[in-house]
């Protein structure tokens, strides 16, 4: 993967770093709206900036986007195995503390497989993964079968570049768009079950303190965005 990343100057220029180009890059899908709404507001967007006011986190109630990386890739062992594709990756101050943050985008669709339907394939080294993931996160890997595998590895990203970083926090943050039809927030509820694993009650438009993990203190959020796009 490089090390050079090249400035975003127009939504359009998120596109060539889709995995699926063709695929993903359509009106009303969460690639393509992601990209307008933070391109757009050129910072965090209001909603975003919203729930951190909301949340009465010190951190959290002046905090300043640094740098932003769209379709940021974070290796996870074993080598040479796929890497997990942020949605954006963010480098954040709050109170004179650095804070990484992982963006990941929804429009009415779900955090992908369980870890049990994952581990059913049998890849090569899911094993090794599984087993990191977990000791990273503190989480037995015996319990979480239910647990969709998508939020597993985004919030692990946030924590290995916080480590990178030698940031003091992380946070994982999901940015849900509305849905023509009414289908808001899919996915909340398997959210909301991998918060428990924390001890922690997910709610819609809120910012909620996890546990410190290893010196990093971890968040979670979830954003509620209405965009006037239709959906499909």
Request: with cysteine; charged share 30%; proline share 4%.
């Amino acid at each position: 993967m490089s090390r050079f990343f090249v400035p975003a100057t127009s939504p359009e220029d998120w596109k060539s770093l889709l995995a699926e180009p063709d695929k993903h890059w359509r009106e009303g899908y969460s690639a393509k709206l992601l990209a307008d709404c933070w391109q757009g507001a050129n910072d965090f967007p209001a909603s975003v900036k919203r729930i951190f006011r909301n949340s009465e986190i010190r951190l959290f109630r002046d905090v300043k986007l640094l740098l932003a990386f769209p379709e940021y890739k974070v290796a996870l062992p074993p080598r040479g195995g796929r890497p997990s594709q942020n949605d954006i990756f963010i480098l954040a101050e709050g109170n004179n503390e650095l804070v990484s943050i992982t963006v990941e985008g929804k429009v009415a669709e779900s955090f992908d497989r369980t870890i049990a339907e994952w581990k059913a394939d049998d890849g090569k080294g899911k094993e090794t993964r599984l087993t990191f993931l977990c000791a990273l996160l503190q989480l037995d890997k015996e319990q979480i079968g239910h647990i969709r595998y998508q939020l597993l590895h985004r919030t692990a990203s946030a924590i290995i570049e916080g480590k990178r970083f030698k940031a003091e926090n992380a946070l994982m943050l999901v940015h849900s768009f509305g849905h023509k039809r009414g289908e808001d927030n899919e996915g909340f509820a398997d959210y909301c079950r991998f918060l428990e694993l924390f001890g922690v009650r997910g709610k819609i438009d809120s910012l909620k303190f996890a546990k410190n993990l290893d010196g990093i203190d971890l968040f979670f959020g979830w954003v509620k965005e209405n965009p006037t796009v239709a959906v499909r």
